[in-house]
């Protein structure tokens, strides 16, 4: 996940200059000036959800008197990373200068990815001012959003138990509601910034690309965007949970903390709840990569915010019709494979769980990149498990909303790292330009044509004209690579058919572990709510 991004630690950091002000209708913001570009960081948008307003919905916060130092950004939400804090509900805004309020300037919101699990806004690699200052560059002038939101069991513990904390009886999606009140938020001020709050597009990658998808399938979100972007997730099956898998969930926490009910859990610390958390067995990201919990902390289908698995919400057309792009890195699973040398064996035990030999024909015949120490098992699983929860559902996502709406799809066939494998997260510095220092010239420009088709998307509801649009007959899609490598290039719309009809089968068929979570089955449930 975002971590796999560390590396960019290396990156070239502007050095702030002046501090400019501005006035919101909240109150009045002093930030710095970095490049030519904006920041005001740390903009408190929903009180501190703590103590009584933990697991409730988020309650905006207060406007402000005087001036409010906006130069450094907030605490990140409780995780397993050092420095978490309740007190967490901030958000970072990025914006030329020599702007007004009737500039009416594109907005990108990005909601970060890390598995639902740690993460934020303010995290390095989601730096706006390089993004910004190229646009700026380039006479394409936009403001850039980012948030935090609550996460792991503060953000997604659901349950029957929890539901009389909101007033709509809600329960388990109290992260996604945190990026909903921060939508609101734009939507009321982003005016002062420069931007036109009709041109909000929603973007993310991996968990933050399967928020964008759950405000796509939840109408209370509808109107406070009108462009998406889902990078490497995004209508997959590990984007929610059921009911069911909440409780299980909630009651392990229960166990690890000690309580019996709500009002001990609410008694405790952060800190007390954040150990509990990490004391739940298999309570963490991507234990298990074939078969569920992929994802074991998601947004809950309560039947209130959320009514059904993400795909079959597609299926039945109930989703936000606007622009959206959807798409993933060549190889999105690599991360989750530790080990390089993969046997015969191990490939054998993970494979089983596809109910037949033929994963391993389909797979062990792919042709990869010649790379020493990777076992042909290894390159076998890590495509089998990017197919499984990456490639096929976006790509089958992608046809059936075609039909409804304008959808373009990508895949990014390039790794800035130096290494034929196109891991998870590898698109984020492209779009962001926060690029390693030794980025070659051609990275570069790679990096200039993504940031250009994603200003595109958000200003005008599409990409450059280059990028051909879906249809639900026809599917083809835009791969991202550098220039000595070919170049952009649209792919041919029979792209890896074969591989996604038997992943397809399995995932809408009972061999899928008879689709159950810890023995749960997915079935249709009767939710009280």
Same mark, same amino acid.
């Given at each position: 996940m975002a971590m796999a991004l560390l590396f960019l630690l290396g990156l070239a950091v502007a050095v702030a200059e002046v501090t400019p002000e501005v006035t919101t209708p909240v109150g009045r913001l002093r930030g710095v000036e970095e490049a030519g570009v904006r920041a005001f960081r740390g903009i408190p948008y929903a009180e501190a959800p703590v103590k009584e307003l933990r697991w409730r919905p988020p309650v905006p916060f207060k406007a402000w008197e005087g001036i409010r130092e906006a130069s450094q950004y907030g605490k990140p939400c409780m995780q397993i990373l050092p420095g978490g804090s309740e007190d967490c509900l901030y958000l970072n805004v990025y914006s030329p200068k020599n702007v007004s309020?009737?500039?009416?300037?594109?907005?990108?919101?990005? &909601?970060?990815?890390?598995?639902?699990?740690?993460?934020?806004?303010?995290? /390095?690699?989601?730096?706006?001012?390089?993004?910004?200052?190229?646009?700026?560059?380039q006479e394409k002038p936009a403001v850039l959003v980012t948030m935090n939101y609550r996460l792991n069991?503060?953000?997604?513990?659901?349950?029957?138990?929890?539901?009389?904390?909101?007033?709509?009886?809600? @329960?388990?999606n109290y992260g996604i509601q945190d990026q909903r009140m921060a939508l609101r938020w734009v939507q009321e001020n982003i005016r002062a910034f420069g931007g036109d709050p009709a041109k909000v597009m929603i973007f993310g990658q991996s968990a933050g690309a399967c928020s964008v998808s759950s405000h796509l399938l939840m109408p209370k979100s509808f109107?406070?965007?009108?462009?998406? &972007?889902?990078? *490497?997730?995004?209508?997959?099956?590990?984007? #929610?949970?059921?009911?069911s898998i *909440?409780?299980?969930?909630?009651?392990?926490?229960?166990?690890?903390? =000690?309580?019996?009910?709500? =009002?001990?859990? @609410?008694?405790? *610390?952060?800190?007390?709840?954040?150990?509990?958390?990490?004391? /739940?067995?298999?309570?963490?990201?991507?234990?298990?990569? &074939?078969?569920?919990?992929?994802l074991p902390w998601a947004p809950t289908i309560d039947g209130v915010e959320l009514t059904g698995l993400p795909r079959d919400l597609v299926e039945d057309g109930k989703v936000n019709k606007i622009p959206m792009v959807m798409g993933n890195t060549l190889d999105d699973a690599a991360a989750f494979f530790s080990n390089p040398n993969l046997s015969t064996a191990e490939l054998d035990s993970l494979f089983v769980k596809y109910g037949s030999k033929s994963a391993e024909k389909l797979y062990l015949s792919e042709s990869h990149a010649s790379?020493?120490?990777? *076992?042909?098992?290894w390159w076998a699983a890590e495509r089998a498990v990017t197919d499984q929860n990456f490639f096929c559902p976006i790509h089958s996502a992608s046809r059936k909303l075609a039909s409804s709406t304008d959808v373009f799809q990508y895949l990014l066939e390039h790794s800035i790292r130096g290494t034929p494998i196109v891991q998870h997260s590898d698109d984020i510095p492209l779009v962001f330009m926060n690029l390693p220092l030794h980025a070659s010239?051609?990275? =570069?420009?790679?990096?200039?044509?993504? #940031?250009?088709?994603?200003?595109?998307? #958000?200003?005008?509801?599409?990409?450059?004209?280059?990028w051909p =649009?879906? @249809?639900?007959?026809?599917?083809?899609?835009?791969?991202?690579?550098?220039?000595?490598?070919?170049?952009?290039?649209v792919k041919d719309a029979n792209y890896r058919d074969e591989q996604c009809s038997f992943m397809l089968q399995w995932l809408n068929t009972t061999t899928h572990g008879d689709r159950t979570f810890f023995g749960v089955h997915l079935v249709p449930e009767m939710i009280s709510i």
């Amino acid at each position: 996940m975002a971590m796999a991004l560390l590396f960019l630690l290396g990156l070239a950091v502007a050095v702030a200059e002046v501090t400019p002000e501005v006035t919101t209708p909240v109150g009045r913001l002093r930030g710095v000036e970095e490049a030519g570009v904006r920041a005001f960081r740390g903009i408190p948008y929903a009180e501190a959800p703590v103590k009584e307003l933990r697991w409730r919905p988020p309650v905006p916060f207060k406007a402000w008197e005087g001036i409010r130092e906006a130069s450094q950004y907030g605490k990140p939400c409780m995780q397993i990373l050092p420095g978490g804090s309740e007190d967490c509900l901030y958000l970072n805004v990025y914006s030329p200068k020599n702007v007004s309020e009737t500039s009416g300037l594109p907005c990108l919101v990005w &909601i970060h990815g890390g598995g639902f699990e740690f993460g934020s806004g303010g995290d /390095i690699y989601y730096n706006g001012t390089n993004l910004v200052s190229f646009l700026l560059s380039q006479e394409k002038p936009a403001v850039l959003v980012t948030m935090n939101y609550r996460l792991n069991v503060f953000g997604f513990l659901g349950s029957e138990m929890l539901r009389d904390r909101d007033p709509d009886r809600s @329960t388990g999606n109290y992260g996604i509601q945190d990026q909903r009140m921060a939508l609101r938020w734009v939507q009321e001020n982003i005016r002062a910034f420069g931007g036109d709050p009709a041109k909000v597009m929603i973007f993310g990658q991996s968990a933050g690309a399967c928020s964008v998808s759950s405000h796509l399938l939840m109408p209370k979100s509808f109107g406070l965007y009108s462009r998406a &972007i889902m990078e *490497s997730g995004g209508f997959v099956d590990w984007s #929610a949970r059921p009911m069911s898998i *909440s409780e299980i969930w909630f009651q392990r926490l229960l166990t690890q903390s =000690k309580c019996n009910d709500v =009002k001990c859990l @609410t008694d405790l *610390s952060a800190q007390e709840v954040l150990a509990a958390f990490l004391a /739940i067995p298999d309570g963490r990201c991507c234990r298990q990569l &074939i078969g569920y919990p992929f994802l074991p902390w998601a947004p809950t289908i309560d039947g209130v915010e959320l009514t059904g698995l993400p795909r079959d919400l597609v299926e039945d057309g109930k989703v936000n019709k606007i622009p959206m792009v959807m798409g993933n890195t060549l190889d999105d699973a690599a991360a989750f494979f530790s080990n390089p040398n993969l046997s015969t064996a191990e490939l054998d035990s993970l494979f089983v769980k596809y109910g037949s030999k033929s994963a391993e024909k389909l797979y062990l015949s792919e042709s990869h990149a010649s790379l020493q120490n990777y *076992s042909n098992e290894w390159w076998a699983a890590e495509r089998a498990v990017t197919d499984q929860n990456f490639f096929c559902p976006i790509h089958s996502a992608s046809r059936k909303l075609a039909s409804s709406t304008d959808v373009f799809q990508y895949l990014l066939e390039h790794s800035i790292r130096g290494t034929p494998i196109v891991q998870h997260s590898d698109d984020i510095p492209l779009v962001f330009m926060n690029l390693p220092l030794h980025a070659s010239l051609e990275e =570069k420009q790679l990096a200039q044509q993504m #940031a250009m088709s994603w200003y595109h998307m #958000a200003a005008f509801g599409h990409p450059e004209d280059m990028w051909p =649009k879906q @249809t639900s007959q026809v599917a083809p899609m835009l791969t991202f690579q550098v220039a000595s490598q070919g170049g952009n290039q649209v792919k041919d719309a029979n792209y890896r058919d074969e591989q996604c009809s038997f992943m397809l089968q399995w995932l809408n068929t009972t061999t899928h572990g008879d689709r159950t979570f810890f023995g749960v089955h997915l079935v249709p449930e009767m939710i009280s709510i």
